[in-house]
């Protein structure tokens, strides 16, 4: 199966998106996946030791309380859908992302654990293949 994933040897690039210690601040409120830059900084790790190429996209803002990123819901989404519709072959790590509580418009409250899943829902098999670190760190070392 390792064939079929992402690796450098096998031409695949490693994108970072946006993970800013701003995601930090208390005012984002409750957060899933806490451990979501432990598992990215592992596939960096083996990214850079197979000699892969690496992008970090970071958002840059003029205005002073923007820091928008990592979320899998908002900048993950958007980056993976653009980058299927640009013709890549698209995967997500769904333990090295992350989003936070959101209010739905009529008030429901919805969980970072229920926005995480829907939004990987949303993009695998039609705008990405969603997979763990696990699964990369495999294919990158096998």
């Known amino acids: ?12 690039v490693l994108v970072l998106v946006d993970f800013q210690q701003g995601f930090d601040d208390p005012s984002w409120g409750t957060r899933n996946n ?21 992008v970090h996209v970071r958002h840059d803002s003029t205005e002073p309380d923007s820091i928008a990123g990592l979320t899998t819901d908002h900048c993950v989404s958007t980056t993976a859908r653009m980058a299927e519709n640009l013709g890549f072959e698209t995967w997500v790590v769904s333990d ?18 229920e926005s995480h899943r829907a939004a990987l829902a949303h993009l695998d098999g039609e705008f990405a293949t969603v997979v763990d670190a696990a699964t990369i760190l495999d294919a990158v070392e096998a």
Do not use: K, N
Request: charged fraction near 20%; aromatic fraction near 4%; hydrophobic fraction near 45%.
């Open 1 to 12: 199966m390792t064939a079929d994933l992402p690796s450098p040897s096998a031409g695949a």
């Open 34 to 54: 806490p451990d979501a830059e432990v598992r990215a900084a592992d596939l960096l790790g083996a990214w850079r030791r197979a000699g892969g190429p690496v």
């Open 96 to 113: 090295a992302t992350a989003t936070f509580d959101r209010e739905a418009p009529d008030g429901i409250h919805l969980p970072a654990a």
